[in-house]
């Protein structure tokens, strides 16, 4: 393994770690917010530098220099591929973002320690790809919000109920594994399950909508929008999981995509429609990576990045609008154009890229998505684009709801602000620039997905003779990866 | 010097070019918060749109002059991976050329127009934004040379037309209008991508080219079998009844016109209800190969002349007027299409696109033409009796009457026994959700009443 030429992924962890003990203890919360706003975008950098190192030195998998953690644990629990290299800078870039557009009237009630120590975790969860790292991070990610639901006394049943299922789940299903070996029924099933729940598959999705309800706004953003579902079914079970098992999982979250589509339609909280609309495009990811086929593989991986990007781009615009309104009802007009044109701008830009509007991120992502779909089932296909169009209906229904209608009447100006709009232009210009330039990225996507499918075929292979009873990857997987693996594995054919 | 083709390339390039930077330059502006002053935008439409339209011409012209009938531009290929490629393709034919000089020259007329019909209005900037939008997605959609570039500047042409119809949005009816326009169009774009996924899977290629043969347009033989072609094509025609308002969704067409008189000239009048039969025309090699097609094609656009005739004889203002004259003539069209008169399509599509945004744009002086008239000749004008009226029995007229009132009740007929079903659908999950986790919850009474939802939602807005 390729070493990076700096502590990058340690850095870009322990700096907001070490940050949420400092700032959590801080009084003043503009203090704290400023503290937050160094410490997450020293940890951003961090991203940014790992990002650039992996790709200078042009290798498959690298990890830290001088393995601090290694020489502690034993073993190089932090290691960086293809596949999340690009996504450490956007879920950072996310962090960042969320912090410093918090608005003066929001700092009393959003926590930066909080936020901070979910950052590092995030950023943890996805440098990990030791399975056993990953469940206990994935679990200890279900904390912040906990705490904060806890401190802010709102109810925590709801929450509590999905998570302890979803831990549960979770060390019970990797532990089958661990203990049977890939392909068991019931470790992948129970590993499944647990993806279900972190991702707020219906019907155990009620627990998405209920955060959004109860905790800062900003909190549910950060939570949410990473979709670390997505994270834990790439690594721990789209390798080992019978293709039955992801077939149900996939037909299992085109489900979530169509219902909360619809449902994102008829909301009348701009905090529920918010909460739908990620339902469902993470629900779409999860359809991508299940249909595990080289183009959807691609499109969802594509789309997870667009999610990220215009979903939490989308989140924030809600959060300002917010910050100057109160919660937004989506029952008649708020007339808010006149008051933030470029907020107007960057809310239906956000959310249209999120669709996979021509000339956004999302486009080309939504196209292979569509195209992988229906090489895998027809109805499929037509179920993801029903999906898009109604979460287009009901994207511009809420950009018309909420700042079109009589000019909304403020004794104080709701101008945007600097830090807003520097932070709604860095998102925008993202969008924009990666749907106009989309090649370097769909690119090292399907790079990425060959990689998963390849991993996917040899670990079949190489527990199909010891155990034999998983169930092989089905022939239409990819065909580049079986020549991929031709490669590696001369004898495949034989095989 | 250059040859023939760099030079059309070159020329191909500037024609999309333009209005693509058109859509730049408003859109950063407007994104950074620096919008142009009105002098600075009516500048950037007229040169962009006139560079455009020059360089069509003069494309139009060395194909003329070189005999070429088919000159396709290969931009690149956009997205490449080995299962996957998006390749950006332009195509100057008998069908994208004239069609990108009237969407040009329309867009021409309008920009001039309008940046004195909205001379010191709130939305000047915004209109010309959606406007370039407009250009631009037209543009793209003209020229296309593969599906994918045609679904998207069929996409930009969807939102442009429905944020200009709910341009005056301090007014609840423009944006609901405006919803409305873009649920239809959504279906419209639904149908459009699953046809251009399911003809990339039957044929391994979205290239026109390769799709429907490479010779000029409307020749051409699209290698699908007849079933393969009536699915296809059927998809396709729903994407084109959604876009240019044919039966069953003409609902949307006088719902249009809330938008600005210019917008609702060029887009509704001219060239957006022209963009679904402009497909219908460049996909016509597989209408050809499903006799069934073909008649589904002719018989929706006779339905729709027929339903729209009767509808524009009882509209009481001019803009809904002259909404259902353009379906009845887009109906037409239509309907020459599915019975294999190409050419005569287009023409008929050309020669109707320019006299109706004539007739939209005097129609805010309507009045003052009907006095002046009446001046000129001296007495009232002669009220005209439909030939029907005294022919047919008084309980029929009444009910065409009705029925032609409430635009052959499709909006109802389409709300009633569609929307409304699957909202309440919807809304019933939701309040079951709402149940269960107050269930789980353990939410109290004070919970509950903080929970509990107003009664408003789509179908208000519809």
Redesign the interface.
């Known amino acids: 393994m390729t070493d990076l030429h700096f502590a990058w992924l340690e850095a870009s962890i322990l700096i907001p770690l070490a940050g949420a003990l400092g700032v959590g203890r801080l009084r003043r919360p503009g203090e704290a917010r400023a503290q937050a706003v160094v410490f997450s975008a020293a940890s951003f950098l961090c991203t940014v530098g790992e990002w650039l190192d992996f790709d200078w030195l042009g290798a498959e998998r690298a990890d830290d220099c001088w393995h601090l953690l290694a020489k502690t644990l034993g073993r190089e629990p932090l290691v960086i591929d293809g596949l999340i290299t690009p996504m450490l800078p956007l879920l950072s870039l996310l962090f960042l973002l969320t912090i410093w557009a918090t608005l003066p009237n929001q700092v009393q009630k959003f926590s930066f320690g909080l936020t901070l120590l979910q950052q590092a975790l995030v950023l943890a969860l996805f440098s990990c790809q030791e399975p056993w790292g990953i469940v206990a991070l994935a679990c200890l990610g279900t904390l912040p919000p906990y705490f904060e639901l806890r401190s802010r006394g709102n109810p925590t049943r709801v929450y509590l109920a999905h998570m302890l299922l979803f831990v549960g789940l979770l060390v019970g299903g990797w532990s089958f594994v661990e203990l049977q070996g890939p392909g068991t029924t019931a470790g992948t099933i129970l590993l499944a399950a647990a993806v279900l729940v972190r991702t707020g598959i219906v019907p155990l999705h009620c627990w998405m909508r209920d955060l959004f309800e109860h905790v800062a706004f900003g909190t549910a953003l950060v939570f949410v929008a990473p979709v670390a579902g997505a994270y834990l079914s790439v690594r721990l079970l789209l390798p080992v999981a019978p293709s039955w098992v992801l077939s149900g999982v996939a037909l299992l979250a085109l489900t979530t995509a169509v219902y909360a589509a619809a449902m994102a339609t008829i909301q009348r909280e701009a905090r529920r429609l918010a909460c739908c609309l990620f339902l469902s495009h993470s629900a779409l990811v999860i359809v991508g990576l299940q249909t595990a086929t080289t183009t959807s593989l691609t499109g969802a991986l594509c789309v997870w990045m667009s999610v990220v990007l215009s979903m939490g781009g989308f989140g924030l615009t809600l959060r300002a609008l917010e910050a100057r309104c109160g919660r937004l009802s989506m029952i008649g007009f708020h007339g808010l154009y006149e008051h933030a044109p470029n907020l107007a701008m960057c809310f239906a830009l956000t959310g249209l890229a999120s669709i996979g509007f021509p000339g956004t991120f999302g486009f080309v992502g939504s196209e292979l998505l569509v195209d992988g779909a229906v090489e895998a089932h027809p109805h499929i296909g037509v179920a993801v684009v029903l999906a898009a169009a109604l979460n287009g209906i009901a994207v511009v229904r809420a950009y018309f709801q909420l700042f079109t209608g009589t000019r909304y009447t403020s004794s104080i100006s709701l101008r945007i602000l600097a830090r807003e709009r520097f932070a709604v232009l860095a998102l925008a210009a993202l969008i924009l620039i990666g749907g106009l330039v989309p090649q370097p990225g769909v690119a090292s996507r399907h790079h990425a997905a060959e990689e998963l499918l390849r991993r996917r075929v040899q670990l079949s292979l190489d527990s199909a003779p010891a155990k034999g009873t998983i169930s092989k990857a089905r022939p239409q997987d990819s065909q580049s990866a079986t020549s991929t693996l031709q490669r590696t594995v001369p004898n495949i054919t034989n095989l | 010097m250059f040859d023939h083709e760099t030079l059309i390339k070159l020329l191909g390039l500037s024609v999309v070019a333009a209005p693509v930077l058109l859509l730049s330059v408003l859109g950063i502006s407007?994104?950074?918060?620096r919008p142009l002053s009105e002098r600075a935008i009516g500048r950037w439409v007229k040169s962009s749109t006139a560079a455009a339209l020059l360089a069509s011409i003069a494309i139009l012209a060395i194909m003329l002059a070189l005999g070429t009938r088919h000159a396709p531009i290969e931009v690149g290929s956009?997205?490449?991976?080995?299962?996957?490629h998006?390749s950006v393709k332009f195509v100057f034919d008998r069908l994208s050329v004239p069609f990108v000089i009237l969407s040009l020259a329309l867009c021409g007329t309008i920009g001039a127009f309008a940046t004195r019909y909205l001379h010191r209005e709130?939305g000047f900037n915004?209109f010309f934004v959606f406007y370039a939008l407009f250009a631009a997605g037209m543009t793209i959609a003209s020229l296309a040379g593969t599906i994918?570039t045609l679904?998207?500047?069929w996409?930009?042409v969807g939102?442009s037309s429905?944020l200009l119809v709910?341009f005056f949005?301090?007014r609840?009816a423009p944006?609901r209008n405006?919803?409305r326009v873009?649920?239809v169009y959504?279906?419209s774009?639904?149908a459009l991508?699953?046809a251009a996924?399911?003809l990339?899977?039957l044929t391994g290629e979205g290239d026109f080219d390769k799709l429907l043969g490479d010779a000029p347009w409307p020749a051409g033989y699209a290698m699908l079998s007849s079933q393969q072609a009536l699915t296809v094509g059927l998809l396709l025609l729903l994407a084109a009844a959604g876009k240019s308002a044919l039966v069953p969704f003409s609902g949307w067409l006088p719902r249009a016109m809330e938008g600005p008189t210019p917008s609702s000239a060029v887009f509704y009048g001219a060239l957006s209800v022209h963009l679904g039969a402009f497909l219908l025309l460049r996909v016509s090699p597989i209408l050809d190969l499903s006799v069934g097609l073909s008649i589904a094609v002719a018989c929706v656009g006779l339905l729709t002349a027929a339903f729209a005739a009767l509808a524009a004889r009882v509209q009481t203002d001019i803009k809904c007027a002259l909404s259902f004259a353009s379906l009845v003539q887009v109906g037409l069209i239509t309907t020459e299409i599915g019975l294999g008169l190409r050419y005569i399509a287009l023409v008929h599509m050309i020669g109707h696109a320019c006299l109706r945004t004539l007739q939209f744009l005097r129609a805010p002086t309507l009045l003052h033409d009907y006095r002046t008239m009446e001046n000129a000749i001296g007495t009232r004008l002669p009220a005209r009796g439909g030939i029907w009226a005294g022919m047919l029995p008084e309980r029929l007229h009444v009910w065409l009457y009705r029925f032609a009132l409430e635009r052959g009740y499709l909006d109802a007929w389409l709300t009633d026994y569609l929307v409304l079903p699957?909202?309440r659908a919807?809304?019933w999950?939701?309040a079951m959700?709402l149940r269960?986790?107050e269930r789980?919850?353990?939410?109290g009474a004070d919970?509950r009443s903080r929970?509990a939802?107003?009664q408003?939602?789509?179908d208000d807005?519809l």
């Open positions: 407007s994104l950074v918060g956009w997205v490449v991976i080995p299962d996957y998006f709130g915004r994918e679904f998207a500047g996409e930009l939102l429905a709910a949005h301090e609840a944006v405006g919803l873009w649920t959504r279906v774009d639904a991508l699953v996924v399911v990339h899977h699957l909202v919807v809304e999950c939701d959700e269960w986790i789980l919850s353990g939410a919970e929970r939802t107003p408003a939602s789509l807005l």
